[in-house]
């Protein structure tokens, strides 16, 4: 991979199977939520519909409401099988999102301001470029144990946040050896930074925010909270941050190249890192991994967190080195692979190395 001359923020603190199809061709769309015993006589758009709401427990106020969402689910099952057409080393189907049209998936989900714009912070300083020549084919962070468990952002577009926390647990646990989970509800309440040199970016809560400002948050404020002490919520709430309570905080910015060489480079030697996505995928998405031939790589519009790569089990030809990024979500367990997605690497697959947000050091407070 040749370098670029845009620049990425990295926090250095410091997503699919080929459908084979076998009777009734429903059936891999709803393999997920019916066991495999069940999966004989020919199935509906009305049983699917049935399995899916027993599944993720839905219940709808009217017949009304009830019929709408049973509209809006067979269109996901049409785009769902679109997705499988277009992104055919994923597996897509019914998840805990299908009955939320495209545009309700967003507003609740999703969360980065200004289209996810980046502008450099001004306390970022420009990382060194790192030796790639010894990279490990493989690489995870949850195996060393500095990723905490998935965590569910509920229907509020605090992405960013959850994020954020990911980068600074992280960093916290390379630096104390304690794995401590930080409170993305602080944030949530408390953070409304804005950069004025870009439209829309101002941190929001549930409307939305960026890492980068986050950071810049943390930094000023003096840091953050754990989870235990500062509850999320999931809604927009006042601020009632504590200073006395501080688990950990940043203490400067850096910046690191978009090439996916030194991105895989500073994830490796400085621990997981915040980075920005297209997310256009991910409603129907099941699981394996996500290698989409159309994705936008200009619009990122949901915050996640990078914890390694890898290539066991899917090694196409053209991608020899690190086949795939592991990304951990904030949608909970019972979304994608136990939560996580894994996004083919090698071409900014979904604007991936655009926007990869983080910090160079930080600071703790011993609890």
């Known amino acids: 991979m040749k370098n670029k001359n845009i620049f990425s923020l990295i926090l250095i603190l410091s997503v699919t199977v080929t459908v084979t199809v076998t009777g009734n061709e429903e059936d891999p769309l709803i393999r997920q939520v019916v066991p495999e015993q069940e999966q004989q006589e020919p199935?509906?758009?009305?049983?699917?519909?049935?399995?899916?709401?027993?599944?993720?427990?839905?219940?709808?106020?009217?017949?009304?409401?009830?019929?709408?969402?049973?509209?809006?689910?067979?269109?996901?099952?049409?785009?769902?099988?679109?997705?499988?057409?277009?992104?055919?080393?994923?597996?897509?189907?019914?998840?805990?999102?299908?009955?939320?049209?495209?545009?309700?998936?967003?507003?609740?989900?999703?969360?980065?301001?200004?289209?996810?714009?980046?502008?450099?912070?001004?306390?970022?300083n420009k990382a060194p470029?790192?030796?790639?020549?010894?990279?490990?084919?493989?690489?995870?962070?949850?195996?060393?144990?500095?990723?905490?468990?998935?965590?569910?952002?509920?229907?509020?577009?605090?992405?960013?946040?959850?994020?954020?926390?990911?980068?600074?647990?992280?960093?916290?646990?390379?630096?104390?050896?304690?794995?401590?989970?930080?409170?993305?509800?602080?944030?949530?309440?408390?953070?409304?930074?804005?950069?004025?040199a870009e439209y829309n970016s101002c941190d929001s809560g549930c409307n939305g925010g960026l890492m980068n400002n986050a950071f810049e948050y943390i930094l000023k404020s003096g840091g953050l909270q754990k989870e235990e002490d500062y509850p999320y919520t999931g809604k927009d709430g006042t601020c009632h941050f504590d200073k006395s309570k501080i688990a950990a905080s940043v203490a400067n910015f850096s910046v690191v190249s978009t090439d996916e060489d030194q991105i895989a480079a500073n994830l490796v030697k400085n621990g997981p890192l915040a980075i920005g996505i297209n997310a256009a995928w991910m409603q129907t998405y099941i699981g394996q991994v996500s290698c989409p031939y159309i994705c936008s790589k200009q619009k990122m519009d949901h915050g996640v967190l990078l914890v390694g790569y890898g290539s066991a089990g899917y090694a196409p030809l053209r991608f020899k080195d690190k086949p795939y990024w592991i990304i951990k979500n904030s949608w909970g367990a019972d979304w994608g692979e136990e939560g996580y997605y894994k996004l083919c690497s090698g071409y900014n697959a979904c604007g991936m190395d655009t926007m990869v947000s983080a910090v160079v050091s930080t600071k703790f407070t011993a609890t």
């Open 43 to 124: 199935t509906t758009d009305h049983h699917h519909f049935t399995l899916f709401k027993t599944k993720f427990k839905r219940t709808y106020a009217t017949q009304e409401e009830h019929d709408y969402r049973f509209t809006v689910f067979k269109a996901n099952l049409r785009r769902a099988k679109r997705h499988q057409i277009l992104d055919p080393t994923a597996q897509h189907g019914v998840t805990k999102f299908s009955d939320l049209t495209p545009a309700e998936f967003r507003r609740r989900y999703l969360g980065l301001s200004g289209g996810g714009k980046i502008k450099l912070p001004s306390d970022a």
């Open 129 to 196: 470029i790192l030796p790639t020549s010894d990279l490990p084919e493989e690489f995870d962070w949850r195996e060393k144990g500095a990723v905490t468990p998935v965590k569910n952002q509920g229907s509020c577009g605090s992405c960013w946040s959850f994020s954020t926390t990911g980068a600074l647990e992280g960093s916290h646990f390379l630096q104390t050896g304690e794995l401590v989970s930080l409170s993305e509800q602080q944030l949530v309440d408390c953070d409304h930074e804005c950069d004025p």
